[in-house]
């Protein structure tokens, strides 16, 4: 009689740390979704200066980080980023009387003047369809920006890959999504 009391006390006593455990994990996960944030950095210019050369030309584009203006509302003190993963990025010809004929491929990369902060291929696509003026490049599943989020300025690089010598100036701009986690 002893050990069947004392068995159910510790089938309950299991019970209520299970629902304890489940509860906590339930509420952990509906935190971390509260904590993501979509932002969307549109018009990014860019533009190869002529004479360029078949292979690799790389433009870059330097962005400031305020981290008050990427949270918005959401910003507190003391606020720190847990990841930041390109979810679609976006090429388009800046002339609308251009393609991207020329071109072979495009990689996106992020880069720091902290040597601690190593530079990241974002997305990359190749080959380019020739004839189109948009290129919906594919990102990477292991990239994480979120050291470049610390800074105070990035340089997010394109680099085109010619197939030929060309002498005039390419133009493009750039969409880019990321998702966000942050405390």
């Known amino acids: 009689m002893f050990i069947l009391r004392f068995m159910k006390k510790i089938y309950n006593l299991l019970l209520i740390t299970t629902i304890i455990l ?74 609308s ?9 495009f990689v996106l990369s992020l880069a720091s003047d902290n040597k601690d902060v190593k530079m990241q291929e974002l997305a990359l696509l190749n080959p380019i369809p020739a004839n189109s003026k948009m290129a919906e490049l594919k990102p990477s599943t292991e990239a994480n920006a979120k050291g470049f989020l610390k800074e105070k300025h990035f340089y997010i690089v394109l680099d ?14 750039a969409d880019l999504t990321f998702t966000i986690n942050y405390n």
């Open 22 to 95: 489940i509860s906590g994990v339930a509420l952990i996960g509906c935190n971390s979704e509260k904590n993501n944030k979509t932002i969307s950095l549109k018009n990014i210019q860019f533009e190869l200066e002529g004479p360029l050369y078949s292979g690799s030309n790389p433009a870059q584009y330097t962005y400031e980080v305020d981290l008050k203006s990427i949270l918005g509302k959401d910003y507190k003190e003391g606020a720190t980023i847990n990841s930041a993963v390109l979810t679609s990025a976006q090429i388009h010809t800046a002339d």
């Open 97 to 105: 009387n251009t393609n991207f004929s020329n071109i072979n491929s």
């Open 160 to 173: 085109a890959d010619l197939k030929e010598d060309i002498e005039d100036n390419l133009k493009f701009t």
